[in-house]
């Protein structure tokens, strides 16, 4: 009999792998026809933005990511929040709990934003929208790193994925001021680091999910039993 928790594995591995590979192809997909060529029109560079503009190009990214902000949600939302404060940890905890939350919230507000308003139809609300998601993902990570295994967090497979979409999204926010600033335009580079950012969100949940697992058992293994001989 096929049970849910032996397919569930295969499927969040599936869901996760699918809008990486749309992410990290979008240049050939662009050659191929299917996402938009040329430069972003902001003329920050080559973005994620601009190679989703068109109708199936947006479409497909937006159900690519059905299942990564849903574990989202379910793994770092409410739930959440209501395991660390009914939990009766220190206050220090609950309110990074709480601000994780809060950024949580922004992060998908303006990831909703990113690809509701499409940078071709209306650019300066969708460039409010993904400093939001940036600015919102960077304090997520921030939150979900200083909360760590010891603190009721998440385990050590999880930092490589925060760690990529907090640098991603610090990146942005960098890049996107150099273009204000000294109009520095980036290329390829502002999409790598909006692709960077987006891959922190897909892969932070699925990566506690099944690799701390295995990180446990290989210390587990590797530390020496001690057995106690009782003296004669």
Same mark, same amino acid.
């Given at each position: 009999?096929?049970?849910w928790?032996?397919?569930?594995?295969?499927?969040?591995?599936?869901?996760?792998?699918?809008?990486?590979?749309?992410?990290?192809?979008?240049?050939? /997909?662009?050659?191929?026809? @299917? *996402?938009?060529?040329?430069?972003?029109?902001? &003329?920050? #560079?080559?973005? %994620?933005?601009?190679y989703i503009?068109?109708?199936?190009?947006?479409?497909?990214?937006?159900?690519?990511?059905?299942?990564?902000?849903?574990?989202l949600?379910?793994?770092?939302?409410?739930?959440?929040?209501?395991?660390?404060?009914?939990?009766?940890?220190?206050?220090?905890?609950?309110? /990074?709990a709480a601000?994780? @939350? *809060?950024?949580?919230?922004?992060?998908?507000? &303006?990831? #909703?934003?990113? %690809?509701?308003?499409?940078?071709?139809?209306?650019?300066?609300?969708?460039?409010?929208?993904?400093c939001?998601?940036?600015?919102?993902?960077?304090?997520?990570?921030?939150?979900?790193?200083?909360?760590?295994?010891?603190?009721?967090g998440?385990?050590?497979?999880?930092?490589?994925?925060? /760690?990529?979409?907090?640098f991603?999204?610090?990146?942005?926010l960098?890049?996107v001021?150099?273009r204000?600033?000294?109009?520095?335009?980036?290329?390829?580079?502002?999409?790598?680091?909006?692709?960077?950012?987006?891959?922190?969100?897909?892969?932070?949940?699925?990566?506690?999910?099944?690799?701390?697992?295995?990180?446990?058992?290989?210390?587990?293994?590797?530390?020496?039993?001690?057995?106690?001989?009782?003296?004669?």
């Amino acid at each position: 009999m096929l049970r849910w928790y032996n397919v569930r594995p295969a499927l969040s591995l599936f869901a996760c792998v699918l809008p990486t590979l749309y992410l990290w192809t979008l240049p050939l /997909l662009a050659r191929a026809g @299917f *996402a938009v060529r040329g430069p972003d029109p902001t &003329g920050v #560079g080559k973005s %994620v933005s601009h190679y989703i503009s068109s109708a199936p190009a947006t479409g497909l990214l937006a159900a690519s990511f059905q299942w990564p902000i849903m574990q989202l949600w379910e793994r770092h939302g409410i739930a959440h929040l209501e395991r660390h404060c009914a939990s009766g940890g220190d206050a220090a905890t609950e309110k /990074l709990a709480a601000r994780s @939350f *809060a950024s949580l919230v922004a992060m998908l507000v &303006g990831f #909703g934003g990113f %690809v509701t308003f499409t940078v071709t139809w209306r650019a300066r609300l969708h460039n409010c929208f993904v400093c939001l998601m940036c600015v919102g993902g960077l304090y997520h990570f921030r939150c979900l790193l200083r909360l760590g295994e010891d603190r009721g967090g998440f385990g050590g497979a999880v930092y490589p994925p925060l /760690l990529a979409g907090f640098f991603g999204f610090g990146a942005v926010l960098a890049m996107v001021a150099g273009r204000h600033v000294a109009g520095v335009n980036w290329g390829h580079a502002f999409w790598a680091a909006e692709s960077l950012g987006l891959t922190g969100i897909i892969w932070c949940t699925a990566c506690d999910d099944y690799g701390t697992p295995v990180l446990r058992r290989l210390a587990t293994t590797r530390t020496p039993t001690v057995v106690a001989v009782a003296p004669a």
